[in-house]
């Protein structure tokens, strides 16, 4: 059975740092990992999409990477604003059209 | 603007009550999912649908209900004998195949009085 871990549970940074969340898959057979942001009380947006034959993907200040091998991937956010606070799960695509989610991270950017 | 739209935003539930919870989508998706979120906890399968007039259980289908009439309906029925309905509800789409992106409406919360 396909379990997603994130690490860690909740973080907390300043405006400006640069930070890293992590997700961890326990089955390497997936077609891809997609990274999603929740606002309190929300649906889920997505955020960035890797397929399984890629090494990472960036939009904006987001770098995503997945090594499929060693059944991890990180969220890399640059110069973190107060408006990046939010719950960032990470989720892989596992079957036709099944995903399978992390419970999160729950980030807090202060101004 | 293309989305999904899910109604209500907040429903309240009676003891013993089946409650039904809309979901809509004019993003002409294939494959429509119904997942529960619980405080501190990730998103769990209820039931998904890849076809009108076809859906298949997901992780966690007991004291849930479906239909998939239309392409850009899937309602979800929550009946009484789901003992612990206290819950966020999330309807999701995707046009096809395990290589796009997965879209999500703004959620219901259902609690129970």
């Known amino acids: 059975k396909q379990e997603v871990t994130q690490i860690p549970a909740a973080l907390s940074v300043p405006e400006g740092e640069n930070l890293v969340l992590n997700c961890s898959f326990t089955d390497s057979a997936i077609y891809n990992l997609q990274w999603f942001r929740q606002d309190p009380g929300k649906g889920l947006t997505s955020l960035l999409l890797i397929q399984s034959s890629q090494r990472e993907q960036t939009s904006g200040r987001l770098n995503a990477s997945l090594d499929k091998s060693s059944g991890r991937s990180t969220l890399y956010i640059a110069a973190s604003q107060p408006g990046d606070s939010a719950t960032y799960l990470c989720a892989v695509h596992k079957g036709f059209q099944k995903l399978v989610f992390g419970t999160g991270t729950r980030l807090l950017v202060s101004p | 603007d293309g989305g999904i739209t899910q109604s209500p935003k907040y429903l309240f539930r009676k003891e013993g009550q089946n409650v039904t919870l809309s979901c809509e989508q004019n993003l002409n998706h294939d494959a429509m999912y119904w997942y529960r979120q619980d405080p501190g906890q990730g998103l769990r399968l209820i039931y998904y649908?890849?076809?009108?007039?076809?859906?298949q259980k997901g992780d966690i289908a007991e004291g849930y209900s479906v239909s998939r009439e239309k392409k850009e309906s899937f309602p979800l029925t929550v009946t009484s004998a789901q003992k612990n309905p206290t819950a966020f509800y999330l309807c999701a789409s995707i046009v096809g195949g395990s290589g796009n992106t997965i879209y999500f409406g703004e959620g219901s919360w259902l609690t129970v009085v």
């Open positions: 649908s890849q076809i009108v007039n076809d859906f």
